[in-house]
């Protein structure tokens, strides 16, 4: 990847996360913060390369903690994002289902 | 099918098909996030990819240390799943904190390895390690200390003269030494040490004076700055799938957090560097006139079942006490006769903007009857009863005419324009920032001494003997 396609890819990948978040209600803030801390997550994808190529105890240590790290912000941002958009729903869905 | 993996290069054309479908499944999944109708769907479409992108790694080239790998996946993956399913939907911010400080450990982690296998890099490869091992650190040790303010942990915010003065020092000090380790001049073992430990040093410093009310405002900024930092990674180790999600989320995470500085008025630089936002900060402003006067639930539950229009203002008040069942219980015991009700959510409700929906959520109210500040404050006028129940400050009217007050200029909620207000509180001391409410002092003010869920309990049992 040269460096200017990846500077092309910079700036559409800013455009796309800044007109995602332009229009969206208040009332999703929280969970799409934790949305977006979910995705980040995709870290551990760089952390696992970095300790798959370590050649050093110090390095293995090191990337140890990242994955950890990395594997511990992508599931934990997962859980406790869709534990909060579960309670999306409107009042017509929840008659269906039978509930309140 | 073995052939193709065990070629070195097909291997890696099938992982960057991969990280493409990544890539398209995390915005399609923020995409669908944004609505409320199609969010709940979202989670899962990003979720798969997260899923793709870790199992296609396997298959890099050269890759080793499996042992190593594997543990530390599970190992990290468990405790954070086991965490995040206990946690209470009160306590969801800080969880954020942790997790969001986790990925910006992990960035600065990958910029440790590469920067101290001393190999020389060209320079643009250097600053982009070093600036997002500086990103990612800062936003590793202030998110803990975030995490660590709001679970209650730490509890004073520390401040004393001079202190951005030294935060300017350490900041400083970490570029000199950054730029000592991108030039090659100093790249040795002890300089990138001291070059984290500062950054380090300084993400504790910047977060310790920020008060605890403002804290969603930096969670959402360090969000931002481990996204950035996770792009910037990216380039180091050549990853499309960490440039384009680690800049997805830095932008979009800047404007949110813009969004939430500006739902409750301030900016940026203002939560940063001003220090209000803490308890007892705020000298009482002007005298207030008037007395409270108390009223019986008894009373209050005649005059909200024969009203036609009930808005409920809840704070984070009520999400403490747990009364958000029985204040939803008592709706529909109003909506049964047909009140209308309606929820009405200021901006920084709860303890981030739109925790107030997912509290309510959480106890059953259907989203079509949330209406935040623009829709809902017009119909305060039209409306019998504004119940406030463990909200203060953002429903006092101090904040539009007083400009002495340090709420001055909010947005608030104007329940004091219905026709009767009726607050639900403990007892007769100020809010989180310390500000007396004029509003608890008008003449259409009634004050029901209790317990949120008491006091909801005891409405629902006056509404059904009317």
Not at chain 2, 66 to 76: D, R, S, T
Not at chain 2, 208 to 232: C, E, H, K, Q, R
Not at chain 2, 264 to 282: K, P, Q
């Amino acid at each position: 990847m040269s460096g200017i396609v990846a500077l092309y890819i910079f700036m559409l990948a800013a455009f796309t996360g800044y007109e995602i978040i332009a229009k969206v209600p208040v009332i999703l803030h929280t969970p799409l913060m934790s949305g977006s801390n979910f995705v980040h997550g995709i870290v551990l994808v760089g952390a696992m390369v970095a300790l798959g190529n370590a050649d050093t105890t110090l390095a293995k240590v090191i990337g140890f903690i990242g994955v950890f790290m990395a594997a511990g912000n992508a599931a934990g941002g997962y859980v406790v994002t869709e534990r909060m958009l579960e309670m999306f729903k409107s009042s017509g869905a929840k008659r269906k289902s039978g509930g309140h | 099918m073995s052939g193709y993996l065990t070629n070195p290069e097909a291997r890696t054309w099938i992982i960057q098909a991969s990280y493409f479908v990544t890539a398209f499944l995390f915005i399609m999944g923020l995409k669908r996030m944004s609505s409320p109708v199609t969010a709940r769907s979202g989670i899962v479409w990003a979720g798969a990819g997260m899923l793709v992108a870790t199992l296609f790694t396997f298959l890099y080239p050269g890759m080793g240390n499996y042992e190593w790998i594997l543990p530390a996946i599970i190992l990290g993956t468990a405790l954070a799943w086991i965490s995040g399913k206990r946690v209470a939907m009160t306590d969801m911010p800080q969880m954020i904190a942790l997790y969001n400080g986790f990925g910006g450990g992990a960035a600065a982690a990958i910029a440790a390895v590469e920067l101290y296998k001393g190999e020389a890099m060209s320079h643009t490869m250097g600053t982009l390690a070093v600036v997002g091992g500086l990103i990612g650190s800062v936003s590793f040790s202030g998110s803990l200390v975030a995490f660590g303010k709001l679970q209650g942990l730490i509890k004073r915010s520390f401040r004393f003269g001079g202190q951005q003065f030294v935060n300017i020092i350490v900041i400083l000090a970490t570029a000199v030494v950054g730029v000592f380790i991108i030039t090659g001049w100093h790249a040795d073992m002890f300089h990138v040490s001291l070059f984290f430990v500062l950054a380090l040093v300084f993400g504790v410093m910047m977060t310790l004076p920020i008060g605890g009310a403002d804290m969603p405002v930096v969670i959402s900024m360090y969000n931002a700055f481990t996204g950035l930092a996770v792009a910037f990674e990216g380039f180091v180790m050549q990853n499309a799938a960490m440039i384009i999600a680690g800049t997805v989320v830095g932008s979009a995470g800047t404007l949110l957090t813009q969004l939430m500085a500006r739902a409750m008025n301030r900016s940026l630089g203002n939560v940063l560097f001003s220090g209000f936002g803490d308890t007892g900060a705020a000298a009482a402003s002007g005298p207030v006139t008037g007395s409270m006067k108390p009223i019986e639930a008894s009373d209050v539950g005649v005059m909200m079942a024969f009203a036609q229009k009930v808005i409920i203002v809840p704070g984070y008040g009520m999400a403490v006490a747990q009364a958000q069942h029985k204040v939803w219980e008592l709706c529909q015991l109003l909506i049964d006769r047909g009140v209308m009700v309606k929820f009405a959510i200021h901006p920084v409700a709860g303890r981030m903007p739109g925790h107030m929906n997912v509290l309510l959520a959480e106890a059953g109210v259907p989203y079509d009857l949330i209406a935040d500040l623009d829709e809902i404050n017009a119909e305060f006028e039209t409306a019998d009863v504004a119940l406030i129940i463990g909200a203060n400050d953002v429903v006092n009217p101090t904040a539009r005419n007083d400009k002495s007050s340090p709420i001055y200029g909010m947005p608030i909620l104007n329940a004091d324009k219905a026709k009767n207000v009726i607050v639900i509180k403990r007892g007769q001391g100020t809010g989180f920032s310390g500000i007396e409410n004029a509003l608890f002092y008008l003449d259409n003010t009634r004050m029901l001494y209790g317990d949120g869920q008491a006091a909801a309990g005891q409405l629902i049992q006056a509404v059904k003997s009317v």
